[in-house]
């Protein structure tokens, strides 16, 4: 089936710090792969997304590359804020039909000053 | 667009009531989605529609929830009766149809607590 891991968190960093949350899936065939962010209070919303092997997603400063070799979209950013304070999901959907997203179980993320 | 709207953003019940949780999704998207996100259990999707049509279910938990979409515009959930163990965040989403890229856009969430 279908499922996507993403690492444990939570996560916490100073100001500036580089961040990886990593991310990986299975699939039966090519999904389309997405970075949700959920900020304290709110719903989740749509970060970045790629839908094809070696396409990067960015949006923010966030990046993240669809690796279909390594089965992985690992999210990055070279500076965090106090700002990026969240939650974030990696989701995929499957291409074969229209079908729900399927969401890993969320990094909760700390950026202190 | 407003966006997906769900209404109320907080629900505080007894056990043993009725709850019922509201959703207005994106005008023109043909898909919609019930999602429960709890700290145990993270983000479960429920039940989905096409069309007004429920497709997967499987996610309800139990008999005691129940989902209707009798328009386009409009899609309820109901918990009866409420546990305790179903306070949790209640999102609805929706997206359309196009391609399997196509994002889904989430409302801001029903916080239910069941004392």
């Known amino acids: 089936g279908n499922s996507v891991t993403q690492m444990e968190g939570p996560v916490t960093l100073s100001e500036e710090a580089f961040l990886t949350i990593n991310c990986t899936y299975t699939a039966t065939g090519y999904p389309s792969l997405f970075w949700y962010v959920q900020y304290p209070g709110e719903g989740l919303q749509l970060l970045l997304k790629?839908?094809?092997?070696?396409d990067k997603g960015s949006n923010k400063g966030f990046e993240a590359t669809y690796r279909k070799e390594t089965t992985s979209f690992h999210l990055e950013k070279g500076s965090v804020q106090v700002s990026d304070s969240a939650v974030y999901f990696c989701a995929l959907r499957p291409n074969s039909g229209n079908t729900p997203l399927v969401f890993g179980k969320g990094t909760r993320l700390s950026v202190i000053a | 667009d407003a966006g997906v709207i769900q209404s109320p953003r907080h629900e505080v019940t007894e056990m043993g009531q009725e709850v019922t949780l509201r959703c207005k999704p994106i005008?023109?998207?043909?898909?919609l989605f019930w999602y429960r996100q709890t700290m145990m259990r993270g983000l479960e999707l429920l039940i989905y529609f096409n069309n007004n049509v429920p497709i997967d279910d499987s996610g309800m938990p139990e008999d005691r929830f129940s989902a209707k979409m009798p328009n386009a515009s409009f899609s309820t959930l109901k918990i009866q009766p409420s546990e305790p163990r179903d306070s949790a965040v209640y999102f609805c989403a929706s997206s359309a149809s196009y391609r399997g890229d196509t994002e889904a856009f989430f409302g801001q969430g029903t916080r239910l607590t069941v004392v």
């Open positions: 005008s023109g998207h043909d898909y």
């Open positions: 790629a839908t094809k092997a070696d």
